[in-house]
């Protein structure tokens, strides 16, 4: 299975700021993910990180508040925009790896955010 | 759209003794993946098995099985020798096109 890694792995941010989080895969994957997971939930697909093109977001979630980039197979940020108390979550990356089975998905370890 | 349920929010078993988590879904496909994740306090989402739906057979990981009933569309988890590791958060997930969709989770506790 592919190494993710995830900077930061929490932060602490003020509303109406914006924070950006890093996934880097160790080896060349063939999709990236990013999901929410709201405090006590389960998680919740945001996008699919697209190499090269604009990501596909999932229902309920916007370009403008969670813009993702994706330059490279292995790499990939979020960014949660203009943040308010409601986005405190841990936010993961996740990836299907070249060679691998393309429907399985391994994880980050997640981004701890508090908005105060 | 699929759904997936996961209808014990918690459990909790002896060490050493085997307990079952349960995970029902709601799909109209009939290929499709079923995965259980572990996710301990250290917050990582860790594969612990995975499931292909059209094969017969129930996949096996050491002392995880799965008990595979597609008709009943039902995919519980059984881990026998309980540890104190397997204390955590455990997720069933459906796939059937890249897009993974998650039970609501169980909290497993283990008492020593």
């Known amino acids: 299975s592919a190494v993710i890694s995830q900077k930061p792995s929490r932060d602490i941010c003020q509303r109406g700021t914006s924070l950006t989080i890093q996934c880097q895969v160790d080896s060349q994957v063939t999709m990236m993910f990013w999901y929410r997971q709201q405090p006590g939930q389960s998680l919740t697909l945001i996008a699919t990180?697209?190499?090269?093109?604009?990501?596909?977001?999932e229902s309920g979630f916007v370009i403008d508040k969670f813009p993702i980039s994706r330059p490279n197979l292995t790499f990939s940020t979020l960014t949660v925009s203009n943040m308010s108390p409601e986005d405190s979550s841990i936010y993961l990356c996740s990836a299907t790896h070249v060679g691998g089975w393309t429907d399985t998905q391994y994880f980050g370890p997640g981004t701890r955010l508090t908005v105060l | 759209a699929q759904t997936v349920t996961q209808s014990q929010p918690e459990m909790s078993v002896q060490e050493a003794e085997t307990v079952t988590l349960s995970c029902t879904y709601d799909t109209s496909e009939s290929d499709y993946y079923l995965f259980w994740y572990k996710q301990p306090p250290s917050r990582q989402m860790i594969l612990v098995i995975r499931?292909?739906?059209?094969?017969?057979q129930n996949a096996t990981e050491n002392r995880f099985s799965v008990n595979f009933q597609k008709a009943a569309k039902s995919f519980s988890l059984k881990i026998s020798d309980s540890q104190l590791g397997d204390a955590a958060m455990y997720f069933c997930a459906y796939n059937a096109g890249n897009m993974l969709t998650f039970g609501g989770g169980t909290r497993l506790m283990v008492k020593p």
């Open positions: 499931q292909e739906a059209y094969k017969q």
């Open positions: 990180a697209n190499q090269g093109s604009e990501a596909t977001y």
